[in-house]
């Protein structure tokens, strides 16, 4: 801006106005004052100024204040309580995450056989040197459903459908230990039937792309033959959360469906006896 409009932008500002104040009925002039723009800006900052200096006395110092602050819940009491609690609950996640680490650790050399996975996700890193089994140790002997019912509380639990079709092979104790479900269009989405954590993703020549999760109360379902696998080893999951593609992966297939199979304490179970496909 050059100096001439300078001047003029300031003369402007300097220009005198006369505020006026008359009577209405008969037009008499009972005031009137000498105003510029300068004098109009400079007086509503003065009573901004006083406004909020009165403002700030009253929620600071008086009971008003106090009152108000509480109604909002915005106390610097409140404040470090909620801080307090969240400090404490990263502290205890973290105990969890160190305690969870060890017993994945012992699972794997074998010095453990049941691992909690209900309330935390577990690190990658702990895990990413787990690239041989598949499934849970098979075991022979006729099984007591009645008595693993009574042992591990089955009723409590809401099995979601891993996926939504036909059964095209049923479970069968000592020649299939599985469901094969044949998804009705393809690239069907497969989805985790309980919350868990995902201890094993990898391909095998005879299943093809295999994802194993592992829930709670050493319950652990496997899902086999995927066209493609969303998740890795470590991811926490829930129920109904997509995790694979269906596909056609593997030798021992003839055709797009989901190999299912769930397991209890190293124990096959019929998944089609908790769950509708």
Do not use: C
Not at 36 to 64: A, E, P, Q, Y
Not at 164 to 183: C, M, W
């Amino acid at each position: 801006m050059s100096s001439q409009n300078k001047k003029k932008l300031f003369g402007r500002l300097k220009k005198p106005y006369r505020l006026l104040i008359v009577n209405e009925n008969n037009f008499e002039e009972r005031a009137s004052f000498r105003l510029t723009t300068i004098n109009v800006i400079l007086l509503l900052s003065l009573l901004f100024l006083v406004f909020f200096v009165i403002s700030f006395f009253i929620m600071d110092r008086s009971k008003v204040g106090t009152y108000i602050s509480k109604k909002s819940g915005v106390t610097g009491t409140d404040e470090l309580i909620y801080i307090k609690n969240k400090l404490d609950k990263i502290e205890r996640q973290n105990r969890i995450e160190i305690k969870r680490r060890g017993d994945i650790i012992k699972v794997f050399k074998g010095e453990k056989n049941k691992l909690d996975t209900s309330n935390i996700t577990v690190s990658q890193d702990v895990l990413a040197q787990e690239d041989t089994a598949i499934a849970p140790e098979i075991v022979q002997d006729p099984i007591d459903r009645t008595s693993i019912e009574a042992d591990f509380a089955f009723e409590s639990l809401l099995f979601f459908p891993p996926l939504k079709g036909e059964i095209s092979q049923a479970y069968d104790l000592y020649n299939h230990k599985a469901v094969d479900i044949t998804p009705v269009i393809s690239d069907e989405s497969v989805k985790s039937t309980l919350d868990g954590t995902v201890i094993f993703t990898g391909w095998t020549y005879d299943f093809g792309h295999v994802i194993q999760v592992q829930h709670a109360s050493n319950l652990v379902s496997i899902y086999k033959h995927n066209a493609f696998l969303h998740k890795r080893v470590g991811d926490y999951v829930s129920a109904g959360e997509v995790i694979a593609i269906a596909g056609n992966s593997g030798e021992l297939t003839s055709g797009t469906h989901l190999h299912f199979e769930l397991w209890f304490n190293g124990r096959p179970l019929d998944p089609s006896n908790f769950i509708s496909f």
